[in-house]
């Protein structure tokens, strides 16, 4: 790896052991499901130790719970502000020192200090095909527009919603008969398999973020994702 990355992915000294992930979830958390399978293999280069959630009824704390994973609750509701909710979740996420943090449908706009203090050592996956479609209704916006492509994107995480460089794609073709639904679990089934692989990329010590904000992934920088492109399945 170039020696300008802003974290080093894995210390080398910590490449041995699993790295730690905790993750983020507002929802059903099908895509820590996806990262606590992958953490289960037997080569698996990182393992799941923290879910924290905004929401106590979020049925990922379920998957988690299954999975014999730590879990916490920290509600949004009982902060006046943006930035004092990232000061308790900031606290938490520093008692559990995580190498990485994924976020996995985290329905929260994170704060700029709270996102620097991570900055390159936490990753999002978005459903499009980033920088297109930032935000929500993704699937909606897609079949409106008559895209003939749709996909998802696992990125670095920076203050800019859904603007962090983007370091893996899975694209699916759009197809006639496509509704949101449809469109959305096909999407779906490919979000499952690319988020592993990035944060297994990552706890390998391939893939960092350089100080200037650029993607590296084996020492290289990545002027554009990695692609991967799906079947109709």
Not at 149 to 176: C, K, M, N, S, Y
Request: hydrophobic share 40%; charged share 20%; glycine share 8%.
């Amino acid at each position: 790896m170039t020696a300008n990355r802003l974290h080093p992915a894995v210390p080398p000294n910590e490449r041995d052991r699993p790295l730690r992930l905790a993750v983020l979830i507002s929802g059903s958390g099908s895509n820590l499901q996806a990262l606590i399978d992958a953490s289960q293999r037997g080569d698996a280069p990182f393992e799941v130790g923290l879910v924290i959630s905004n929401r106590a009824d979020a049925l990922g704390l379920e998957r988690a719970a299954r999975a014999g994973i730590p879990t916490q609750t920290l509600s949004h509701r009982g902060f006046e502000t943006r930035a004092g909710y990232d000061a308790a979740l900031a606290e938490l996420l520093s008692e559990a020192a995580p190498g990485l943090i994924a976020l996995a449908g985290f329905m929260r706009i994170l704060t700029p200090g709270f996102v620097e203090h991570w900055q390159g050592r936490m990753l999002n996956i978005h459903p499009s095909l980033l920088p297109s479609y930032r935000g929500l209704h993704t699937h909606q916006r897609v079949l409106a527009a008559g895209d003939p492509v749709h996909g998802a994107t696992v990125h670095f995480v920076t203050a800019e919603l859904d603007g962090g460089p983007a370091i893996l794609q899975a694209r699916v073709p759009v197809l006639a008969d496509d509704d949101p639904d449809r469109l959305a679990a096909r999407v779906l089934k490919q979000e499952h398999h690319i988020y592993p692989l990035a944060t297994r990329w990552f706890a390998e010590g391939r893939l960092a973020l350089s100080s200037d904000g650029r993607t590296q992934l084996d020492g290289k920088p990545l002027d554009s994702p990695v692609i991967i492109t799906a079947d109709t399945a």
